[in-house]
C-alpha cells in the first residue's frame, strides 16, 4: 500500500464518504440558464407531456463547452441533463424509443468527460443531487431537499434524502476502512481494533438511518417514482454518431450504485463473491460509480490485509471483524425486506431498476455472504434466526 496515498487522492472526503467534497452547486454558471430553468420546470413538463416537443427546442452546447466547466459545475450539468433523458424516454407511451439531439449528444459528451454510461446514474440522483435546507444544519434528511427532481412529490424526495443521510453516516466507515488498512501495514492492532469498531458504528449509524424510510415514503407511493429511473431497452440517441442510429440498452438507477458496500467488502477484504450473475451485476454496477470512486474500490481490493492480518495476528479481534459483517447483512435484510414491501407487493413485474430479478438476487447476496464473509461462520439455525429477526423489524417499521 502506498502510504502517501489520500482519501481525498480518490474523491473521497474524510468526513462526508462518497458525498462531494463540498456540498453540490444548485445554479449554473451565466449562459447556461436554459439548462437550469428547463430541470427546475421538469416535474410541470412532465406533467403536462410537453417535455417531448419542449426538449427538441433546447440549444445544443458544442461539446467543448462542457470541457470549460469546472467540477462542480459539470456535475450539475449531468444531473440536469441526465433527470431531463431519463424523462424524455419514460414519458414516451410506444416504442421505438428515442431521445432527440438536444438531449442525447450533451449527455453522451458529458458522460465521456466522466466515463460513465450515457443514462443517469445514483451519483446524479443522490450523490450530487442534494441541498441543505438551513446551510449552517446538518447532512441529515429533516435539513435537505432535492436539486432536482421528476415529481413535486414528498414521497420522491424523501426516498432520495435518506440514501444522503445514509451516505453521510457511512463516511466514518469509510476512513476507517482506510485507517484499518494503514494500522494493518503498520502492525497496529489497537489501531486496527479502533477502526473496525468505527466501522460498526458506521454501519449501526446508516440502519438506523434507513429504518426512517418509512416515515417518508410509502409503499404504496414509492411505485410512481420507479418509472424514471427505470433502464433503457433498445433506445435510439439521435445524432450521436458512435451509436450509429443503433438502439442502445443500459441499466437504470439503483442503489446497487453506491460505492458504501463495495468498498466495505473490499476494505474488510471480504471473499470474492462467487462468479455468477450476481457478482458480474456488482462488477458492472461500478460502471456507474464516479471514476475516482470506482479506482478506491480497487485499490482496497487489491491492497487490503486486513482479514489475513486479523486471523494470522490479531485473532482476539476476529469478534470485531464478524460483528461488521453481521452489521452489513442486517442493512441488506432491512432493505432486502423493503423490496419486498415496496415493490414486490405492488407490482408484478419482477424486474429491478438496473434490470435485476431483484428478489432473487438481493436475497441470493445476503445468504452468499452469510455463507463467506464471517471468518467464524454461522450456522443454518443461526441464519434463520437472523432473517427471523429482521423480518420483524420490518413489519414493525412498515406498519407503523
Ligand atoms: C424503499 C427503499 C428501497 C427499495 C425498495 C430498494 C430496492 C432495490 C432493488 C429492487 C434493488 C435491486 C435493483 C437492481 O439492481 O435491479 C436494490 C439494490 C440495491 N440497493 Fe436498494 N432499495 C431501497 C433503498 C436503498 C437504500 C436507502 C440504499 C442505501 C444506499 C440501497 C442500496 C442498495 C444496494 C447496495 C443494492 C445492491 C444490493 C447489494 O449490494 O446487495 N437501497 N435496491
Redesign the pocket.
Known amino acids: 500500500m502506498n502510504t502517501e496515498l489520500k482519501l481525498s487522492d480518490f474523491d473521497v472526503s474524510y468526513v462526508k464518504g462518497f458525498l462531494p467534497i463540498e456540498d453540490p452547486l444548485v445554479a449554473l454558471p451565466h449562459g447556461w440558464e436554459f439548462l437550469d430553468q428547463f430541470g427546475n420546470n421538469l416535474p410541470e413538463l412532465i406533467e403536462s407531456g410537453k417535455i417531448l416537443t419542449e426538449a427538441k427546442l433546447l440549444p445544443i452546447p458544442p461539446d467543448e463547452y462542457f470541457r470549460g466547466l469546472n467540477k462542480r459545475e459539470l456535475q450539475l450539468a449531468w444531473v440536469r441533463y441526465s433527470h431531463i433523458q431519463s424523462a424524455y424516454v419514460h414519458s414516451q407511451k410506444v416504442g421505438p424509443f428515442s431521445i432527440c439531439i438536444n438531449i442525447a449528444k450533451p449527455v453522451v459528451a458529458i458522460s465521456k468527460i466522466l466515463r460513465v454510461r450515457p443514462i443517469l446514474p ?1 451519483f446524479a440522483y ?1 450523490l450530487n443531487n442534494w441541498k441543505r435546507k438551513n446551510s449552517g444544519g446538518p447532512i441529515k434528511v429533516d435539513n435537505l431537499e432535492l436539486i432536482q427532481t421528476f415529481m413535486r412529490d414528498s414521497d420522491q424526495a424523501w ?1 432520495n434524502l ?2 444522503v443521510d ?2 453521510y453516516e ?1 463516511g466514518l466507515g469509510v476512513r476507517n476502512l482506510w485507517e484499518a488498512q494503514l494500522s494493518v501495514e503498520m502492525g497496529h492492532v489497537v489501531a486496527l481494533e479502533q477502526a473496525l469498531l468505527n466501522v460498526i458504528e458506521s454501519i449501526k449509524n ?1 440502519i438506523t ?2 429504518k426512517r ?2 416515515e417518508g ?1 410509502s ?1 404504496e407511493t ?1 411505485y410512481k417514482i ?1 418509472t424514471w429511473i427505470m ?1 433503457f431497452e433498445n433506445v435510439i440517441y439521435e445524432g450521436v454518431d458512435e451509436f450509429d442510429g443503433k438502439p442502445q440498452t443500459f ?2 438507477q ?5 460505492s ?3 468498498s466495505l467488502e473490499a476494505g474488510l477484504q471480504m471473499p470474492k463473491l462467487e462468479e455468477n450473475r ?1 457478482a458480474f ?2 462488477m458492472d ?1 461500478r460502471n456507474h460509480m464516479p471514476e475516482d470512486h470506482r479506482r478506491f474500490i480497487e485499490y482496497l481490493e487489491a491492497n487490503s490485509r486486513v482479514r489475513d492480518f486479523t486471523i494470522s495476528s490479531a485473532p482476539h479481534l476476529i469478534g470485531q471483524y464478524d460483528e461488521c459483517v453481521d452489521q452489513e447483512l442486517t ?2 435484510a432491512i ?2 425486506g ?6 414486490h407487493k405492488q407490482t408484478d413485474n419482477p ?9 432473487d ?2 436475497a441470493g ?2 445468504k452468499e ?1 452469510w455463507e463467506r464473509a464471517f471468518i467464524k461462520p454461522g450456522s443454518e439455525a443461526d441464519f434463520k434466526l437472523f432473517t427471523n429477526n429482521v423480518r420483524k423489524i420490518v413489519t414493525e417499521l412498515i406498519a407503523v
Open positions: 445514483y443522490t426516498f435518506i440514501h445514509i451516505e457511512a446508516m438511518v434507513m424510510m418509512p415514503t409503499p414509492y420507479r433502464f441499466p437504470g439503483t442503489g446497487a450504485q453506491t458504501i458496500f463495495q450476481l451485476h456488482l454496477m442493512f441488506l432493505h432486502l423493503y423490496a419486498f414491501y415496496y415493490i424486474k429491478g431498476t438496473g434490470k435485476t430479478d431483484f428478489m438476487y438481493l447476496r445476503i455472504r
